[in-house]
């Protein structure tokens, strides 16, 4: 069992950056898989980005590519999601996910056991 909570988000003008912090509880969290989704009203949750637990193998969509960096410290229990260069196509809340194993993070929400409460990223113009 993995408890997750999201903190971080906020209010940003676009081009600025803020990084989102997943904490996990629980001792194997590195085994899990994490991403990153996200959801704005009346849209599809999407998939933004994900690591695998063994080789630390990432994933990004390619809206965020080359923009966003995910990242995870299990010494920490913790992963993170580094946004640069916002833009207000962005804005949206923010959910951090895990599910154990897999030898690469999934696109699919439906593949993913645990889910944070969210958090709510603003990317003003």
């Known amino acids: 069992q993995v408890r997750l909570v999201e903190s971080g988000g906020g209010l940003v003008q676009a081009g600025g950056s803020l990084r989102l912090s997943c904490a996990a509880s629980?001792?194997?969290?590195?085994?899990?898989?994490v991403a990153w989704f996200r959801q704005t009203p009346g849209k599809e949750r999407e998939f933004v980005a994900g690591?695998?637990?063994?080789?630390?193998?990432?994933d990004y969509a390619d809206s965020v590519k080359g923009r966003f960096t995910i990242s995870r410290d299990n010494a920490k229990n913790t992963a993170y999601l580094q946004m640069n260069s916002l833009k207000p196509e962005d804005t949206a809340v923010y959910y951090c996910?895990?599910?154990?194993?897999?030898?690469?993070?999934?696109?699919?929400?439906?593949?993913?056991?645990?889910w944070g409460q969210g958090t709510q990223v603003t990317v003003t113009s």
């Open positions: 629980g001792r194997t969290f590195s085994a899990y898989n």
């Open positions: 690591i695998s637990w063994s080789r630390g193998a990432t």
């Open positions: 996910v895990a599910v154990i194993g897999g030898y690469k993070p999934a696109v699919s929400e439906y593949e993913y056991d645990y």
